[in-house]
């Protein structure tokens, strides 16, 4: 299930995110997709923590 959450909400973050494009310009659109683009980071870092530390790995920093 979380294999399939991360493409999902990436792809729909990048569509609000277009959509947003005619009220704030495209410096808007570019920090939106940076934000978009930081969550997605996070969220890969988390779940390599989680996955870590269910396997009882010694280091838990991905």
């Known amino acids: 299930m979380k294999n399939l959450l991360f493409p999902a909400l ?3 973050s990048l569509f609000l ?3 947003d494009v005619d009220e704030g310009g495209p410096e808007e659109l570019g920090e939106n997709i940076e934000e978009t683009t930081q969550d997605a980071g996070n969220q890969i870092e988390d779940l390599c923590e989680d996955a870590k530390d269910g396997m009882d790995a010694k ?3 991905c």
């Open 17 to 19: 995110a277009a959509c």
């Open 59 to 61: 280091d838990t920093d």
């Open 10 to 12: 990436l792809v729909s």
